[in-house]
């Protein structure tokens, strides 16, 4: 396929960009590790709430490859357009969201962004209220392993927009 291919017709945006670098293909065995590390970081949680914990990290760190696949499996797990768009702005749409989905989108925030290189206790203590001990340890490692996915996705500069919901998982 050409660039054209892959642009709406009437868009004004620039052509599309290639990856730094094909970091798979270059550390093949780090990306199994980290194909691994998602999977087992994703047992136990609702599949739903999974996704908008990953959204959310990728607006976060800019992660455009991410947003791209996660908001499609979102879609495909039973997500609604609307709390998807509305997460960029979940402190004003709180009312879109269930406690425990806060909990973990706030959760979701302090780890990323780690603002004055910690999390803060009322945020913890409020995902602790609201996750048995065990599924809160598995949401803590799906918002840090989404995080090291985003970092990849943004440094090698991975190209969105080819993803479709069913192919293999980061």
Excluded at 56 to 72: E, G, P
Excluded at 114 to 126: A, H, M, Q, R, S
Aim: hydrophobic share 40%; with cysteine; proline share 4%.
């Amino acid at each position: 396929m050409t660039t054209n291919e892959h642009s709406h017709p009437s868009s004004d945006h620039a052509p599309e960009h290639s990856a730094r670098l094909h970091w798979a293909q270059l550390a093949p065995d780090v990306y199994k590790a980290m194909v691994r590390l998602d999977a087992a970081s994703r047992k136990g949680l609702d599949p739903v709430l999974a996704e908008l914990v990953k959204v959310r990290a990728s607006q976060l760190n800019h992660c455009a490859f991410c947003l791209d696949m996660h908001t499609k499996d979102a879609l495909a797990a039973g997500e609604s357009v609307e709390r998807i768009v509305q997460l960029s702005a979940w402190e004003e749409s709180r009312h879109f969201y269930t406690e425990k989905e806060i909990a973990a989108i706030e959760l979701t925030d302090a780890v990323t962004v780690l603002t004055d290189g910690f999390v803060p206790d009322e945020v913890y203590e409020k995902a602790a209220k609201h996750f048995e001990e065990a599924e809160l340890a598995q949401l803590i490692a799906a918002i840090t392993v989404i995080n090291a996915w985003n970092r990849f996705g943004v440094t090698t500069r991975m190209v969105p927009g080819h993803y479709t919901p069913g192919d293999s998982k980061h």
